[in-house]
T-cell receptor, first 115, second 112 residues
Framework: GENVEQHPSTLSVQEGDSAVIKCTYS??????FPWYKQELGKGPQLIID?????GEKKDQRIAVTLNKTAKHFSLHITETQPEDSAVYFC??????????????FGKGTLLTVNP | NAGVTQTPKFRILKIGQSMTLQCTQD?????MYWYRQDPGMGLKLIYY???????DKGEVPNGYNVSRSTTEDFPLRLELAAPSQTSVYFC???????????FGEGSWLTVV
């Protein structure tokens, strides 16, 4: 089955700096790569995702890049703010015909943005 | 705007007791899931369902049972609770044709 490795496990940055979280996956058949943000005491919430036919996707201060050859994908947060502090999870799955299930998650990265 | 609703939020169980975690969604999603999250670990899939009457095992199904009698509800049953089942449980749902999975707020379960 799929295996997703996520690094680093903790990341501390100063407000305004950039943060990068990296993930690798093992199953070359995976074609969908979402990123979730989990605030304390809450459920994970999708913040951005990318499909295997795209190399990069941006949404305001957040971007995700995908290298299919190396089986790497990364989350980039620019101009970090204290409210970006949370646990971030990457995940991978193979979607087929619009059906997506069996997401495999990384272990998470605790991001702390210091004012 | 309820989305995915889980109950209870917190529960303490004694070893050997049984209980059911309730989950309901009001988005008419076909797919529903149960994940568990242990400290410092990612979420692991326990069971999932692709529609009413259809369920299947995920990565860590042992010690759990599920049923899906309606589109809206997907309860998770713990039989003979064990300390290893101490965890945070998340119910989630998604729709056919979209990839976004929506999570509930979580249920914190402690088995002592």
């Amino acid at each position: 089955g799929e295996n997703v490795e996520q690094h680093p496990s903790t990341l501390s940055v100063q407000e305004g700096d950039s943060a990068v979280i990296k993930c690798t996956y093992s199953d070359s058949a995976s074609n969908y790569f979402p990123w979730y943000k989990q605030e304390l005491g809450k459920g994970p919430q999708l913040i951005i995702d990318i499909r295997s036919n795209v190399g990069e996707k941006k949404d305001q201060r957040i971007a995700v890049t995908l290298n299919k050859t190396a089986k790497h994908f990364s989350l980039h947060i620019t101009e970090t703010q204290p409210e970006d502090s949370a646990v971030y999870f990457c995940a991978a799955s193979m979607t087929s015909g619009g059906s997506n299930y069996k997401l495999t998650f990384g272990k998470g990265t605790l991001l702390t943005v210091n004012p | 705007n309820a989305g995915v609703t889980q109950t209870p939020k917190f529960r303490i169980l004694k070893i050997g007791q049984s209980m059911t975690l309730q989950c309901t969604q009001d988005m008419n999603h076909n797919y529903m899931y149960w994940y568990r999250q242990d400290p410092g670990m990612g979420l692991k899939l326990i069971y999932y369902s692709v529609g009413a009457g259809i369920t299947d095992k995920g990565e860590v199904p042992n010690g759990y049972n599920v049923s899906r009698s309606t589109t809206e509800d997907f309860p998770l049953r713990l039989e003979l609770a064990a300390p290893s089942q101490t965890s945070v449980y998340f119910c989630a749902s998604s729709s056919v044709g979209t990839d976004t999975i929506y999570f509930g707020e979580g249920s914190w379960l402690t088995v002592v």
